[in-house]
């Protein structure tokens, strides 16, 4: 079980998933070795021996980034795991390094990097630490 969000070019004005247009095609995020040299560029200390599948560690959680072999790349999911709000500044810092925005698959809501942008991680948290129970 993981928090789930989509990396990819989504237009600039939608704030959530529902006002993206139905007819919308994004564009891709590039070339499969340009989105893992810019992933590399900002966060070094990403493990990209799978260049399908990477993975970030920090000190209480992880990122399985999920490029995959497609090319060029047109999304990419991050699968979060663990608990702790430092997770979200790497997260920010991956959709920058893509020019892209970020999706939190939970909530149908871009992360913005204002208050609100935690509520998925949070509830994900309560999900599995069993505060929460499934609906």
Same mark, same amino acid.
């Given at each position: 079980?993981?928090?789930?969000?989509?990396?990819?070019? &989504?237009?600039?004005? &939608? #704030?959530?998933?529902?006002?993206?247009?139905?007819?919308?095609?994004?564009? #891709?995020?590039?070339?499969?070795?340009? @989105?893992?040299?810019?992933?590399?560029?900002?966060?070094?200390?990403?493990?990209?021996?799978?260049? $399908?599948?990477?993975?970030?560690?920090?000190?209480?959680?992880?990122?399985?980034?999920?490029?995959?072999?497609?090319?060029?790349?047109?999304?990419?999911?991050?699968?979060?795991?663990?608990?702790?709000?430092? @997770?979200?500044? @790497?997260?920010?810092?991956?959709?920058? &390094?893509?020019? &892209?925005? @970020?999706?939190?698959?939970? #909530?149908?809501?871009?992360? #913005?990097?204002? $208050?609100?942008?935690?509520?998925?991680?949070?509830?994900?948290?309560?999900?599995?630490?069993?505060?929460?129970?499934?609906?």
């Amino acid at each position: 079980m993981s928090w789930d969000l989509l990396v990819f070019h &989504a237009p600039e004005g &939608a #704030t959530a998933v529902d006002e993206i247009p139905n007819d919308f095609d994004p564009p #891709t995020l590039g070339s499969g070795a340009d @989105v893992r040299q810019r992933l590399l560029d900002r966060l070094p200390e990403l493990d990209l021996s799978d260049s $399908a599948w990477g993975l970030l560690s920090g000190p209480t959680w992880s990122i399985e980034v999920n490029i995959g072999s497609e090319d060029p790349v047109g999304s990419i999911m991050l699968h979060v795991r663990g608990g702790g709000d430092d @997770v979200l500044p @790497v997260i920010a810092l991956i959709g920058e &390094a893509l020019g &892209a925005r @970020v999706l939190d698959m939970s #909530t149908g809501n871009f992360l #913005t990097g204002r $208050a609100g942008d935690a509520d998925g991680w949070h509830g994900f948290q309560q999900y599995r630490n069993g505060v929460l129970g499934p609906s």
